[in-house]
Nanobody, 124 residues
């Protein structure tokens, strides 16, 4: 069992930056690949970024590539999402999630544990 708690969301103007954090507790954090997903009002949850257990592999949705950076600190049991050049269309609830897959993918169904989410609002 892994418990995940996101933080760092808030209100920011377009062009600004935020850094989300996801703190994990429970079973060995470094055993899990991690992902960030988001869900805007009236839309389905979508993939944002993922990182392998070692941090050696990352992947991003095309919509955030070049603006967002995912990273992790296994010593602190924490995964981060640095978001730069934010746009109003980035407004959503952001969730972190954990998967036991060695090769993580973008599929929501493959993530076993989820946090409660943190709201990000980007004003124009």
């Amino acid at each position: 069992q892994v418990q995940l708690v996101e933080s760092g969301g808030g209100l920011v103007q377009a062009g600004g930056s935020l850094r989300l954090s996801c703190a994990a507790s429970g079973r060995t954090f470094s055993s899990y690949a991690m992902g960030w997903f988001r869900q805007a009002p009236g839309k389905e949850r979508e993939f944002v970024a993922l990182i392998s257990w070692s941090g050696g592999t990352t992947d991003y949705a095309n919509s955030v590539k070049g603006r967002f950076t995912i990273s992790r600190d296994n010593a602190k049991n924490t995964v981060y999402l640095q978001m730069n050049s934010l746009k109003p269309e980035d407004t959503a609830v952001y969730y972190c999630a954990a998967t036991g897959l060695v090769v993580p993918r973008q599929r929501i169904s493959e993530y076993d544990y989820w946090g409660q989410g943190t709201q990000v609002t980007v004003s124009s």
